[in-house]
């Protein structure tokens, strides 16, 4: 059982450190993600409105059906309150699963830093070198699915921002062929 060197010592102390400090900025990762979720435009309260939406809709389905029937009407709709929800949902649920992949992996990735932590205590505590490679590599697993976590963010976010960066190009083109086939007619004031 060969003892730890001071070289050793400090291998393992910087590990530690390192891993300290990645799972901090992980840490302020979901911390952004969970504020983004919960805000008042976020997935989470996207959802919610969604989920009301519809249920208010279902519910008011008969009430209108009847209004409609004897000339009245109401607005909006049950029935444009239901399309609304529909084609609103499917973008709001893919950014709901994006937040949720995130917080998995960083709970996933918590695994291997935890574990990483543990092993380097337990091999300063016992004194013990030769578990020092188990150390390394279990340090290298730690940094790998950390990488991957902030990687996948990183993606996303670029992802997101080079769709609306299209979407915008697209609305500023159809707003100035707009603009220019209206201003004979209709004036800008």
Same mark, same amino acid.
């Not at 059982?1 to 799972?23: H, K, N, R, Y």
């Not at 996207?46 to 008969?62: F, H, K, L």
């Not at 500023?172 to 007619?185: L, P, W």
């Given at each position: ?19 300290? !400090? ?14 983004? =979720? +919960? ?9 919610? *409105? ?6 208010? @809709?279902?519910?008011?389905? $008969? ?22 929800? &529909? #084609?609103?949902?499917? @973008? ?7 937040? &949720?992949?995130? +917080? ?16 380097? =205590? ?10 020092? @490679? ?7 697993? !730690?940094?790998? +699915? ?5 990687? *996948? #963010? ?5 992802? !997101? ?25 209709? $004036?800008?004031?």
């Amino acid at each position: 059982m060969p003892a730890l060197q001071s070289t050793d010592l400090f291998l393992l102390s910087s590990i530690m450190q390192t891993l300290g !400090a990645l799972w901090g900025i992980v840490f302020i990762v979901y911390v952004l993600s969970v504020e983004y =979720l +919960f805000r008042d435009e976020g997935w989470y309260n996207r959802a919610a *409105r969604i989920v009301s939406d519809v249920s208010t @809709g279902i519910e008011e389905i $008969p009430l209108q059906r009847d209004l409609f029937k004897s000339g009245g009407g109401s607005w909006p709709s049950a029935t444009r309150r239901l399309r609304l929800a &529909l #084609e609103q949902s499917p @973008g709001t649920l893919d950014g709901l699963r994006r937040n &949720l992949r995130v +917080f998995e992996g960083i709970l996933v990735s918590g695994v291997p830093v935890a574990a990483s932590i543990i092993v380097d =205590l337990t091999v300063i505590w016992s004194n013990d070198a030769t578990y020092l @490679g188990v150390a390394i590599w279990i340090f290298v697993a !730690a940094l790998l +699915f950390v990488a991957i976590i902030l990687s *996948r #963010e990183v993606l996303t976010t670029v992802r !997101a921002a080079r769709k609306r960066i299209r979407e915008l190009e697209q609305a500023r083109s159809d707003a100035a062929k707009a603009y220019e086939e209206s201003k004979a007619t209709i $004036p800008d004031q």
